[in-house]
């Protein structure tokens, strides 16, 4: 009996289904602004903006309706220029532990996607946790972090982690789940290593998903750091929020929440972008 | 035969068992052939009797349960230089363009690409000017072609091919069968080509080795007199047409097939 690596042995040579890999989730999140093209969708999307944010301009002003109830968007972008100053720095605040603490997520979760795929049954023992990491809402943990960390960046970066790591991990997990035999075989049949298969088809491949994870992981990690803001802490956007409602300065409290949407926009367009970039292949 | 007179692959008693959840399952029997240097061989089945296993195996991809597969009087037991496969379904990597996924093999070895000899396959083959296409923006024929190019251009001695054009239309199979027989009559290469197409068998082969259902055994081996280079006119021709009947008739005789 030839010894071949174990790993070759007994993998199924059949290659109907080779080509079928799944299209991921990607496509879905990229359809959404690929409708962006041409420029009469984009003076649609203009002419539609400016009639929902002037007819509410107008109808504020029309009924008189208080700015503690519901500034006008005027009032709301007048707010944010002149008290920038004031947001600016929160505005930081919130994306340093956003940045690090979606870093150490992300790369925890991918790395794990990573190995974990390559051994089913360790598989098997670790994803209900994983699942619970996925399911439990990090922010009810935020009073107990801040007992042990205090009211610093440690506890909310700590649930930023927490939060999007499991995300990005169980999103990459599916995508190196994508075994393509075929593939593999055919850099097996050319000498590659197992290393050489990993970086040259199983990463790849696995690319869609893990741009994916990436997004939703760095949404959920933007929510929960403005979370953990509102609980405890004197700064960063979320505390603001609770700020500003306290003392009822509405323009303001509105003026945090479009920063927020801005970020939150950015996130996408961002890994949407990218997802054009190194995974447009699938679609 | 090779000038120390042993031929080029050797299959010697190769069986395999697979051992699936729900049982085992005997894919190859006792199966021993030798195709000389030079040769183009057909390995011809129904589906499922273990042709890909057999290949997967002359490639060193997977081990046998018995027996032995030799390249040039060497054992076989790992992917080794002079073998360069052909999947079905041309098997590209749909993230990188069609020259990138031409240079894979040199990249994986860690060689610079032979560009000379790339850009010569590439004109032969007719895709000159496609280098930086995406796989999905080129026909089923294209991809082929690219993967055939991939093949070639580390010059393999042994060419091994799975059932390489089993999912392109009648015409570009046509066109494909003509392109490998240029190939080869140009090169002689050692090829082993699998099918269930009798008819391209037959076109293409020195010799058809037929097998039978699973588990796969040697059923037959015809020899292919028919004069080279064959043209397209040879489907009609009445020894072609004898030799399908032959070959047809060797695959429905189950019983006969059992005693070989
Ligand atoms: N990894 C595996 N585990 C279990 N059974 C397998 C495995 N790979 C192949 N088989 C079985 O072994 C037999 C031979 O398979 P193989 O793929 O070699 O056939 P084939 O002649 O190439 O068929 P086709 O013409 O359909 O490609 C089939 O019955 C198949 O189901
Ligand atoms: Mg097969």
Redesign the pocket.
């Given at each position: 009996m030839a010894s071949v690596d174990r790993e070759l042995r007994?993998?199924?040579?059949?290659?109907?289904k080779a080509g079928a890999a799944d299209v991921g989730n990607w496509s879905s999140a990229a359809s959404t602004l690929s409708i962006l093209k041409g420029s009469r969708d984009v003076t649609l999307i203009l002419v539609t903006a400016i009639i929902v944010f002037g007819g509410a301009e107008l109808l504020l002003r029309l009924f008189e309706v208080p700015a503690y109830i519901a500034p006008t968007p005027s009032q709301v972008v007048w707010a944010l220029i002149t008290d920038f100053p004031y947001i600016g720095p929160h505005i930081g605040y919130t994306l340093i532990e956003l940045l690090v603490g979606f870093s150490i997520g992300a790369s925890i979760g991918f790395v794990l996607a990573a190995v974990i795929t390559q051994f089913p049954l360790v598989e098997k023992i670790v994803a209900p946790y994983i699942l619970l990491l996925v399911t439990t809402p990090m922010l009810a943990l935020v009073p107990l972090l801040i007992l042990k960390f205090g009211f610093g960046f440690t506890p909310r970066i700590i649930a930023v982690t927490l939060a999007s790591g499991p995300m990005v991990m169980i999103n990459a997990a599916t995508g190196f789940r994508r075994t393509d035999l075929a593939k593999i075989a055919l850099a097996r049949s050319f000498g590659a290593s197992t290393l050489q298969i990993f970086l040259k088809i199983r990463i790849p491949m696995a690319m869609p998903m893990v741009i994916v994870g990436l997004m939703i992981g760095s949404i959920f990690g933007l929510l929960t750091a403005v979370g953990a803001e509102m609980v405890g802490g004197s700064f960063g956007l979320g505390n603001r929020l609770t700020y500003y409602s306290s003392l009822i300065q509405m323009p303001q409290f509105f003026a945090c929440i479009l920063v927020l949407a801005v970020i939150g926009i950015s996130i996408y367009v961002f890994f949407y972008w990218v997802g054009k970039k190194w995974a447009s292949w699938e679609s | 035969m090779s000038q120390n007179g042993q031929p080029k692959l050797t299959v010697a008693n190769a069986t395999k068992y697979?051992d699936?959840g729900t049982g085992r399952?005997h894919?190859l029997d006792d199966f021993s052939i030798e195709v000389q240097e030079g040769e183009l061989a057909c390995l011809l089945?129904?589906?499922?009797?273990?042709?890909?296993?057999?290949l997967w195996a002359m490639a060193g991809l997977h081990g046998l349960s018995s027996g032995e597969i030799r390249l040039d009087g060497k054992p076989v037991t790992k992917p080794n230089p002079q073998i360069a496969m052909v999947f079905?379904e041309a098997n590209l990597l749909p993230w990188r363009n069609l020259i990138k996924n031409i240079e894979l093999p040199f990249e994986i070895r860690g060689q610079r690409p032979d560009q000379a000899r790339i850009d010569a396959l590439l004109a032969e083959v007719g895709l000159t000017g496609f280098e930086s296409k995406m796989p999905r923006e080129l026909s089923g024929g294209m991809q082929q072609r690219a993967s055939i190019v991939r093949a070639l251009s580390v010059d393999p001695s042994l060419l091994l091919m799975?059932?390489p054009f089993g999912a392109l239309d009648a015409f570009t199979r046509d066109e494909m069968n003509l392109l490998i027989q240029q190939i080869w009559m140009e090169t002689r290469k050692t090829i082993v080509f699998?099918t269930?197409n009798i008819a391209e068998a037959v076109f293409l082969a020195d010799r058809v080795f037929v097998m039978s259902a699973?588990p796969?055994r040697l059923a037959r081996i015809f020899e292919i007199d028919l004069p080279r280079p064959r043209n397209l006119e040879i489907f009609m021709a009445p020894h072609f047409i004898e030799l399908v009947g032959e070959i047809k008739g060797s695959i429905d005789h189950k019983p006969q097939v059992q005693a070989a």
């Open positions: 007994d993998k199924i040579p059949t290659f109907e | 697979y699936t399952v894919a089945g129904p589906s499922g009797c273990g042709k890909s296993t057999l079905q799975d059932e699998i269930h699973r796969g």
